[in-house]
């Protein structure tokens, strides 16, 4: 059975730190991409970072460049983004989403479109308050 499981949300002032973890299984995960995404209340579902397990290319949205960090570790199937000099319009419900790059690259120039993605976890609550 598939399963993304993400954790670390929470509830944090303006300009303080989350770390979010996604733990993945039921899948070879060294053959996905792990994107994260967010969603607020009323807004569509947008791309915040997206790590390539094969080659560790990484993507930002440009909201969050240099604030926000991606990383891996392939023998623990497990994803981090690092959110630090948070905002208020942070403020969302994030998603990490495992897309299938044994026939295209999905960690790429269209790594923010969610529908490339296979597999979604249900999201973990972030809320920064000013």
């Known amino acids: 059975e598939v399963q993304l499981v993400e954790s670390g949300g929470g509830l944090v002032q303006a300009g303080g730190s989350l770390r979010l973890s996604c733990a993945a299984s039921?899948?070879?995960?060294?053959?996905?991409?792990i994107g994260w995404f967010r969603q607020a209340p009323g807004k569509e579902r947008e791309g915040v970072s997206c790590?390539?397990?094969?080659?560790?290319?990484?993507y930002y949205a440009d909201s969050v460049k240099g604030r926000f960090t991606i990383s891996g570790h392939n023998a623990k199937n497990t994803v981090y983004l690092q959110m630090n000099s948070l905002k208020p319009e942070d403020t969302a419900v994030y998603y990490c989403?495992?897309?299938?790059?044994?026939?295209?690259?999905?960690?790429?120039?269209?790594?923010?479109?969610?529908?490339?993605?296979?597999?979604w976890g249900q999201g973990t609550q972030v809320t920064v308050s000013s």
């Open positions: 790590i390539s397990s094969s080659d560790g290319n990484t």
């Open positions: 039921g899948f070879t995960f060294a053959d996905y991409a």
């Open positions: 989403a495992a897309g299938d790059e044994t026939l295209r690259s999905i960690c790429g120039s269209t790594w923010f479109y969610p529908i490339y993605y296979n597999y």
